[in-house]
């Protein structure tokens, strides 16, 4: 889900960004990520300060 927040907002999502966000299994994970996705400019913001 959080790959298509950014496609809804224009944001380009590069394979290596959908690959990691689709590899991941922590759900509280996925959560910050697409809260991140909501305030993003671009698709790596979302990884800012995250160690998942």
């Not at 590899?23 to 305030?39: F, N, P």
Request: proline share 4%.
């Amino acid at each position: 889900m959080t790959p298509r927040i950014l496609e809804w907002r224009g944001i380009e999502v590069p394979d290596s960004v959908r690959d990691r966000v689709q590899a991941c299994s922590d759900r509280g994970q996925l959560e910050l990520w697409a809260q991140r996705a909501v305030h993003a400019t671009q698709a790596e913001d979302l990884f800012v300060g995250s160690a998942g």
